[in-house]
């Protein structure tokens, strides 16, 4: 038997302590065998990440990267959550959205597992006339219903209430949101909505209904348009002081009107930044609560919804991983309420089965998972709490610079804030174009063979505001073009992959090539003969000291065979070698200018 000393068995006690500059001349001596001369801190900088909105994130976190205490749940700065308790009761609110209610579609949802609905209303979604019919059989003293009616807020609303008088719902029992944004819809469409409606709707939710707000801070038109992390939480405290301020002047208290307010952000598969980005939303709040002169009223509710912009149109079935670690983010980072986007949503109305995995991914997280049983498990990560302050601050300028300029409505009509968000998307679209940002199933590792997932077309959205944005957009682009040959003509484009030397000289590059070129559709040919193959263009594919004795032979005998274009999977200068294709190139327009060569329009 082992007889443990006095002191219990403390594991590192015959270690010496190790210093952060002892870690770095390690990462120098492993730097070194790759060929990058670099020490001290510029060893560390070499591993660092550059994040959008001036950040950066380091490889390693210790004790000396200092934040602001956190404080506690329930408590401002609400960093750690907006309610004592958090989730641990029964985890987060599971919200469904629905832009048309098949029957029986909202009572399956609530039977198995959702505990809100979010229903589009109105235009290009369920009729108002049509709500009672949707909501039928619903209770409505237990379900909360959260709205989105753009410019039908008014009717929606006024059907709602009636409905709720109709079933004889207790006022005290209702919970959910009419969910009014003039700022979001105008961000959304180009159009001014009126205040004065909304600022009724939220002193009738203020004085009778206590449980139900009337308006929503939606924070996604800016997410969309491809806005970062900083412009997206700039932008919802922009909107929601301008909310406060109209709420204020037309007769709330400061209490009050604060809580007539819900915050919409997206939660993406990046599962660190959106923990802080939601911890950081709950910091920024509480500041302006805490300015407006009611500190204890600051605790922002929040509903977070997975990504519209990273979703795939092709090979959807990714967006499942997708929608679950953004799910596990936003649980973690304390979201009062989650909405699951089907895997389909990319690509029209969802069905049965998309609908029931997107409920059932908030399921296993909460009750397999037990996400929810620790409150802000991700509190004390030196990496998380750096990362929620220096994003809070880089949040906080945007928002300033914003109410420089006027205020939200203000750099919504002058193109200022389109412009700011153009500008981000812009420079993420090249790390797109590059696939420094890869897109699994899209970018990285396509499937050309896969059977495409048809489903009933959407309503479209609003438009006439900011654009909306995807990661796949340029690829799908391409995508397309290939599409339309292969329906044209029975076959898709191809490139035959010339592979000089032993599978271990090729296989990495022949590998690199295929992948890229069937992110753009183009099909690789690696059997039989350059003549055989029914490709117009090859690539060659080895290692360098093979490319250096045989490149510009191969080259001359495939263009002999007639090929029109070789390509080079590698850097260099040789004879017969019309193009080259590495990591980091350009592959959007390499794949445009393939395609454009091979006449596929």
């Known amino acids: 038997m082992t007889v443990l000393p006095d002191d219990g068995l403390p594991l590192a006690a015959e270690f010496p302590d190790a210093t952060q500059e002892q870690w770095q001349r390690l990462v120098e001596g492993v730097l070194r065998k790759s060929g ?10 070499a591993l660092s990440t550059t994040l959008e909105d001036g950040l950066r994130t380091r490889p390693l976190y210790t004790a000396r990267d200092t934040a602001p205490d956190p404080g506690l749940p329930g408590f401002a700065p609400y960093v750690r959550g907006g309610r004592p308790e958090g989730g641990v009761a029964g985890g987060w609110d599971v919200r469904q959205r629905h832009t048309a209610a098949p029957d029986g579609a909202l009572l399956t949802d609530l039977e198995n597992g959702v505990t809100s609905l979010w229903l589009l209303v109105g235009r290009g979604g369920i009729p108002v006339p049509g709500l009672a019919r949707a909501l039928d059989g619903v209770y409505l003293d237990l379900a909360p219903v959260v709205l989105d009616a753009g410019r039908d807020t008014e009717a929606a609303a006024a059907e709602l209430f009636r409905l709720y008088d109709e079933k004889g719902v207790d006022p005290k029992a209702v919970r959910g949101n009419l969910g009014a944004d003039p700022l979001g819809y105008e961000a959304r469409t180009g159009t001014a909505l009126p205040f004065a409606p909304v600022a009724d709707l939220a002193k009738r939710c203020a004085t009778e209904f206590p449980g139900l707000r009337a308006l929503t801070v939606d924070a996604l038109p800016y997410h969309e348009a491809g806005g970062s992390a900083a412009q997206e939480l700039g932008a919802s405290l922009a909107t929601g002081v ?13 209490e009050q009107a604060l809580g007539q307010l819900e915050f919409r952000y997206a939660a ?4 660190f930044l959106t923990i802080a980005k939601l911890r950081a939303a709950r910091r920024l709040w509480a500041r302006v609560a805490e300015v407006s002169g009611a500190a204890d009223a600051g605790a922002q509710v929040q509903h977070a919804v997975t990504s519209p912009v990273m979703m795939s149109r092709r090979d959807p079935w990714v967006n499942m991983l997708r929608t679950t670690v953004a799910t596990l983010a936003a649980g973690v980072s304390g979201a009062d309420s989650v909405t699951v986007l089907p895997f389909d949503h990319a690509i029209g109305l969802p069905d049965a089965f998309a609908r029931r995995i997107a409920r059932n991914t908030s399921t296993i997280l909460i009750e397999e998972s037990h996400l ?37 409505a203000a750099v919504l009509r002058s193109g200022r804030l389109r412009t700011d968000l153009a500008t981000t998307w812009a420079e993420r679209s090249k790390k797109l174009a590059k696939r420094r940002e890869p897109v699994t199933g899209v970018s990285e590792f396509p499937f050309l063979a896969e059977k495409p997932v048809v489903r009933e077309p959407a309503p479209e959205p609003p438009s006439g505001g900011l ?3 995807r990661r796949d957009e340029a690829y799908e682009e391409l995508r397309a073009r290939s599409d339309a040959h292969l329906a044209a003509t029975g076959s898709r484009p191809r490139i035959y992959l010339a592979t000089l030397g032993p599978a271990a000289a090729y296989t990495a ?20 003969s350059f003549e055989e193959s029914g490709a117009t263009e090859a690539v060659l594919c080895s290692s360098d000291a093979l490319y250096a004795e045989q490149a510009a032979q191969t080259a001359a005998s495939l263009k002999a065979a007639g090929a029109r274009h070789v390509v080079l999977a590698g850097r260099g200068e040789f004879a017969g070698v019309d193009s080259y ?6 592959a959007v327009a390499v794949l445009s200018e393939t395609l454009d060569r091979m006449g596929v329009s």
Do not use: M
Request: glycine residues 12%; contains cysteine.
């Open 509 to 528: 590059r022949a590998g690199f090539a295929a992948n890229l070129f069937q992110a753009g559709g183009i099909e690789p040919v690696t059997e039989g």
């Open 242 to 254: 301008a909310c406060l301020r109209e709420l204020t002047e037309a007769g709330l208290g400061i």
């Open 467 to 469: 654009p909306r944005v």
């Open 372 to 408: 929810a049983r620790v409150i802000d498990p991700a509190g004390g990560s030196w990496y998380v709490e750096k990362l929620t302050d220096e994003l809070a601050h880089a949040a906080w300028e945007f928002f300033r610079s914003i109410e420089r300029d006027g205020g939200q």
């Open 581 to 586: 294709v590495f990591a980091g190139c350009d």
């Open 36 to 45: 990058r001369e670099v020490s001290g801190e510029a060893a560390e900088d």
């Open 268 to 271: 993406t598969a990046d599962q």
